[in-house]
């Protein structure tokens, strides 16, 4: 299994981007994509989520309303929009995946939840 992060870069406060992450090496939809992010000195936290198998999607609180992964996707390609930016989203941003079914809620936030990872994306906020 391999994954692709791209689309990090540099924005305004209050601009949007949008971040992909591509997946390859899984033969079925049943997999699950978690978006994490790690600012220099801090511990990675998980920003949202989305199994494969039946949509559901998670967010963390400090995201949720803004960041969204948009319900249509790209065979094996998902994508995390991010809206109403603010220099503290500005961290390097890092996909990761793994096989099975819906995690439970408490769950999807934990990394070793995930076996795979991408390399990171770098998102800059500027205020």
């Known amino acids: 299994v391999q994954l692709q992060a791209s689309g990090g870069g540099l924005v305004q406060a209050g601009g949007s981007l949008r971040l992909s992450c591509a997946a390859s090496?899984?033969?079925?939809?049943?997999?699950?994509i978690g978006w994490f992010r790690q600012a220099p000195g801090k511990e990675r936290e998980g920003v949202s989520y989305?199994?494969?198998?039946?949509?559901?999607?998670f967010y963390a609180a400090s995201v949720k309303g803004r960041f969204k992964i948009p319900r249509h996707y790209a065979r094996n390609t998902v994508y995390l929009q991010m809206n109403s930016l603010k220099p503290e989203d500005t961290p390097t941003y890092y996909c990761?995946?793994?096989?099975?079914?819906?995690?439970?809620?408490?769950?999807?936030?934990?990394?070793?939840?995930?076996?795979?990872w991408g390399q990171g994306t770098q998102v800059t906020v500027s205020s």
């Open positions: 990761a995946a793994r096989r099975g079914y819906r995690l439970v809620l408490s769950a999807w936030v934990e990394e070793k939840r995930y076996p795979h």
């Open positions: 989305i199994s494969m198998s039946d949509g559901s999607t």
């Open positions: 090496g899984f033969t079925s939809d049943v997999y699950n």
